[in-house]
Structure formats: structure tokens, C-alpha cells
């Protein structure tokens, strides 16, 4: 098992930056293929990013490609995304997730995840 805490959400202007973490603790968190979601009020959760155990793939959805970069550090146990030009449909509940992948894929369904940390609010002002 392994647990996840995510940090680093806030309130920022549209076109500002932010860096979540995602803390991971338990099981080698080098074995786990991990992404983030996102889930503004009254919406599904959606895929944001993925990446898999060792850091050399990874996915992004189009809504965030070129502004945001996935990325691990895997001696530090932390799982990173850091968000430039961020817009206010950016705003939501950011989650990170964790699967045990050492096939070497990433995930970009919810439902491939099982341990999810508590999510951090991210509020992009216009």
C-alpha cells in the first residue's frame, strides 16, 4: 500500500504558475506508475497527467499539454506537477494517484488507480 498527500495547491491569477507535490509513504514508491487528476465543482474527474515508474513516459490531456509538466523523484518519494499560464478553467480539486506499474506503462483512466490522496484546491482568478 502506499499513502499520498498532496500540497502545493493555492489561489493564483490567470497566467500565473503553481507546483503541487504529492508525498507518497508505505510501499517503494519507485514501483508505482502515478498521475494527476482534477474535479471542478459539479463535473467528473478528469485526467490530467501520468507517468510511469521510472519517469521516462509520459501523458499529458490536450487541455494541459505545453503548460504543465509531470514529474518524479523517486529518492525523494515526490510526485510533481508544475502548472505555467494557468487559466481559470484550471481551477478544481487536484488529486494524485498511484498503481504498482513496473511494465513501464502509465495510466489515464481513474479507474486503473487504486490509492488516490485527498486532493488540493487550485483556484485560478480572471
Known amino acids: 500500500q502506499v499513502q499520498l498527500v498532496e500540497s502545493g495547491g493555492g489561489l493564483v491569477q490567470a497566467g500565473g504558475s503553481l507546483r503541487l507535490s504529492c508525498a507518497a509513504s508505505g510501499r517503494t514508491f519507485s514501483t508505482y506508475a502515478v498521475g494527476w487528476f482534477r474535479q471542478a465543482p459539479g463535473k467528473e474527474r478528469e485526467f490530467v497527467a501520468a507517468?510511469?515508474?521510472?519517469?521516462?513516459?509520459?501523458y499529458y490531456a490536450d487541455s494541459v499539454k505545453g503548460r504543465f509538466t509531470i514529474s518524479r523523484d523517486n529518492a525523494e518519494n515526490t510526485l510533481y506537477l508544475q502548472m505555467i499560464s494557468l487559466k481559470p478553467e484550471d481551477t478544481a480539486v487536484y488529486y494524485c494517484a498511484a498503481q504498482l506499474g513496473l511494465s513501464g506503462t502509465y495510466y489515464i483512466r481513474a479507474r486503473e488507480y487504486d490509492y488516490w490522496g485527498q486532493g488540493t484546491q487550485v483556484t485560478v482568478s480572471s
Open positions: 507517468v510511469n515508474w521510472s519517469g521516462s513516459s509520459t
